[in-house]
């Protein structure tokens, strides 16, 4: 993403009417270690799309992120970044800072050029195809730390809502149906999934057969926000976002998925 010129071949003597940009530099211990390739992709390689929308003329749906939000305290709505100060939203990583970031250039592209692109801002997308690093979202780490009997932290006092791969995807597939440019969408679970992460490192092991003997329980972590309660009424409204994988059944199937890549059990 940070090559012009690889992006640009990519494009060349081809026409697309819409571009998923979900190209990124993920998490934000990631963004901590490598911080130079998390800007150069996320920041400078959005912009390199953005350059080839504004002579392409594609409608793009650019991939955000709830991180955005940072430690905002209250149910986070699409229009907090706009009502607050950017100080009453303070952005805990770099990560949450170049997705910012893309968004700010997405803005300011459809204002002075006149592209067209619609914001998303997942939230805990999961579930089978995901492989382990140290850098992956909570969930696939505590799934391959308990197959593999391996330690893992789990920090109290943080409550997340998690969303199933299949749903997520159904629901980003919609876009197109109904693209409304400059709209940008919370994409989340139902708000009765919201859990402490405890209760769905319990509902792992459960789902593993294993007991939280590997498992250190730590006070909040540092950089992260400590509860996420989001809304997607928008989404319910123009994409018809309806999710309907429940944790204990995405986190069974994802288990499944991992015992099959990893070969465990065989």
Request: glycine share 6%.
């Amino acid at each position: 993403m940070k090559n012009i010129r690889q992006l640009e071949r990519a494009f060349n003597g081809k026409k697309f009417d819409y571009v998923y940009h979900l190209a990124a530099e993920y998490g934000r211990w990631n963004g901590e270690d490598y911080y130079e390739n998390l800007w150069e992709t996320n920041a400078i390689g959005t912009k390199h799309m953005l350059r080839l929308q504004e002579k392409l003329k594609f409608r793009m749906i650019f991939f955000s992120s709830a991180e955005v939000y940072g430690d905002y305290n209250g149910t986070m709505t699409e229009d907090v970044m706009e009502k607050n100060p950017i100080i009453d939203t303070y952005q805990m990583n770099d990560y949450a800072i170049t997705k910012w970031a893309g968004e700010l250039m997405c803005m300011n592209s459809a204002k002075m050029f006149g592209t067209e692109t619609v914001r998303v801002r997942p939230v805990n997308c999961y579930g089978p195809g995901e492989h382990y690093t140290p850098y992956r979202g909570f969930i696939p780490k505590f799934i391959y730390h308990s197959l593999h009997d391996r330690p893992y932290v789990v920090y109290r006092g943080h409550k997340r809502i998690i969303d199933y791969v299949g749903d997520t995807a159904a629901t980003f597939a919609n876009i197109v149906d109904n693209f409304i440019p400059g709209e940008v969408y919370n994409v989340a679970g139902k708000p009765e999934w919201e859990r402490d992460i405890k209760e769905y490192s319990d509902i792992i092991l459960n789902t593993v057969g294993k007991d939280d003997s590997h498992v250190t329980y730590e006070e909040a972590e540092p950089f992260t926000t400590n509860i996420k309660t989001i809304d997607c009424s928008k989404a319910i409204r123009d994409l018809k976002h309806d999710p309907k994988v429940t944790p204990e059944e995405g986190i069974r199937k994802t288990v499944e998925w991992m015992k099959w890549y990893y070969r465990i059990g065989d």
